[in-house]
C-alpha cells in the first residue's frame, strides 16, 4: 500500500471550512483514497473516500487531484465536535492479492477553536 | 453507531495472565479485522479474518491468537500478558465483496490494562 504525508497538526476556527491536505505520490491506479477520524481513544471514523472523483456525503467533501498524488479533506463548517486525529489512507480493495488492511500513519491533529 | 460492538470495554489484568476479547461484526459483514493502538506504536493491524478463515496476519505477537466463529463474531485471545500489551484494541468489519463497498467500519474498542 502506498504512503500517505499529513501535516502533524492544524487548527481551524468554528464555522469555517477546514482543509486537510494528504500527499500520496507513490499512489496505484487501483489504491483508493480513504479518510478515517478519531476523536479521543474512539473507535476511528469512516468519513469517506474516492478514486478519482471529487466526492462528497454528509460529513465532508473529498477533492483527489488529476494526477491522483493528493488530496484535501474539506469539513465545509467546523464544529468543536470535530476536534480529532485525521488519517488519510490510501489501500487497493479486496481483490488480486490485497488483505485489505488500513496501514494508519501518525495523521493531522485538527483543533477546532472557538 | 457503527455497527460493530466490542466486549469487554475495560479490562485490568496482571501480567501473565490469559485474556479473551470478543467482537461482533455489523450485520451481513464476512470479513473482520484486529488492530493494536498503544501509545508508542500507533494503530496497527494485526490480523484479518473472512468468513471464519484466516486471511492476512499483520504485526501479531505469538502469545495472540484469533477465530472467527460460524456466526462470524471474533475473538482475540492474548496469552502471558506483558506490560507492554496495554493498549487499546479494536475490531472493524466490512462487507467485503464484489458486489458492496470495502470500507472498514470499527467498533468502540476494548482497553486493556496489563498491571
Known amino acids: 500500500d502506498a504512503k500517505t504525508t499529513q501535516p502533524p497538526s492544524m487548527d481551524c476556527a468554528e464555522g469555517r471550512a477546514a482543509n486537510l491536505p494528504c500527499n500520496h505520490s507513490t499512489i496505484s491506479g487501483n489504491e483508493y483514497v480513504y479518510w478515517y477520524r478519531q476523536i479521543h481513544s474512539q473507535g476511528p471514523q469512516y468519513i469517506i473516500h474516492?478514486?478519482?472523483n471529487n466526492e462528497t456525503n454528509e460529513m465532508a467533501s473529498l477533492i483527489i487531484t488529476e494526477d491522483r498524488k493528493s488530496s484535501t479533506l474539506i469539513l465545509p463548517h467546523a464544529t468543536l465536535r470535530d476536534t480529532a486525529v485525521y488519517y488519510c489512507i490510501v489501500r487497493a480493495h479486496h481483490g488480486s492479492g490485497n488483505t485489505g488492511k488500513l496501514i494508519f500513519g501518525q495523521g493531522t491533529t485538527l483543533q477546532v477553536k472557538p | 453507531d457503527s455497527g460493530v460492538t466490542q466486549t469487554p470495554k475495560h479490562l485490568i489484568t496482571a501480567t501473565g495472565q490469559r485474556v479473551t476479547l470478543r467482537c461482533s461484526p455489523r450485520?451481513?459483514?464476512?470479513?473482520v479485522y484486529w488492530y493494536q493502538q498503544s501509545l508508542d506504536q500507533g494503530l496497527q493491524f494485526l490480523i484479518q479474518?473472512?468468513?471464519?478463515?484466516?486471511?492476512a496476519k499483520g504485526n501479531i505477537l505469538e502469545r495472540f491468537s484469533a477465530q472467527q466463529f460460524p456466526d462470524l463474531h471474533s475473538e482475540l485471545n492474548l496469552s502471558s500478558l506483558e506490560l507492554g500489551d496495554s493498549a487499546l484494541y479494536f475490531c472493524a468489519s466490512s462487507a467485503q465483496s464484489i458486489q458492496s463497498t470495502d470500507t472498514q467500519y470499527f467498533g468502540p474498542g476494548t482497553r486493556l490494562t496489563v498491571l
Open positions: 474516492g478514486l478519482k
Open positions: 479474518y473472512y468468513n471464519g478463515e484466516e486471511r
Open positions: 450485520s451481513g459483514d464476512l470479513s
